[in-house]
C-alpha cells in the first residue's frame, strides 16, 4: 500500500494560479508513475496531467494543455501540479495518484494508489 498525501488546494479568483503538491511519506516516488485527476461536483473522475517515474516525461489533458505544469522533485520527494490561469471549470476536488513501473498514467486503467484529494475552488 503506498500513502498519498496532497497539498495546496484553496481558493482562488478567475486568472489565478496554486501549486499542488504530492508527497508518499516513506516511499521513493521516483519509483512510480505518478498523475493528477480531479473529480468536480456530479462529475467522473478525470485525467489531469500525469509524469513518468524518471520525470522526463508528461502528459497532459487538453482542456489544462498550456496552463498546468506536472514536474517531480526527487530531493524533496514531491509531485507538483502549478496550474496557471485558472478558470472556473478547474473546480474540483484534485487527487494525486500513482501507480508502479512507469508507463505513464492516463483516464484509464485507473491507478491504484490515490490520495484523500485536496479541493480547489475558483471562483470570479
Known amino acids: 500500500q503506498v500513502q498519498l498525501v496532497e497539498s495546496g488546494g484553496r481558493s482562488v479568483q478567475t486568472g489565478g494560479s496554486l501549486r499542488l503538491s504530492c508527497t508518499a511519506p516513506?516511499?521513493?516516488?521516483?519509483?512510480?508513475?505518478m498523475g493528477w485527476f480531479r473529480q468536480a461536483s456530479g462529475q467522473e473522475r478525470e485525467f489531469v496531467a500525469a509524469i513518468d517515474w524518471s520525470g522526463a516525461t508528461s502528459s497532459y489533458a487538453d482542456g489544462v494543455k498550456g496552463r498546468f505544469t506536472i514536474s517531480s522533485d526527487g530531493a524533496k520527494n514531491t509531485m507538483n501540479l502549478q496550474m496557471n490561469s485558472l478558470k472556473f471549470e478547474d473546480t474540483a476536488v484534485y487527487y494525486c495518484?500513482?501507480?508502479?513501473?512507469?508507463?505513464?498514467?492516463?483516464?484509464?486503467?485507473?491507478?491504484?494508489?490515490w490520495g484523500q484529494g485536496t479541493q480547489v475552488a475558483v471562483s470570479s
Open positions: 495518484a500513482a501507480a508502479s513501473g512507469s508507463s505513464l498514467l492516463g483516464q484509464t486503467p485507473r491507478p491504484p494508489y
Open positions: 516513506g516511499r521513493p516516488l521516483r519509483t512510480y508513475a
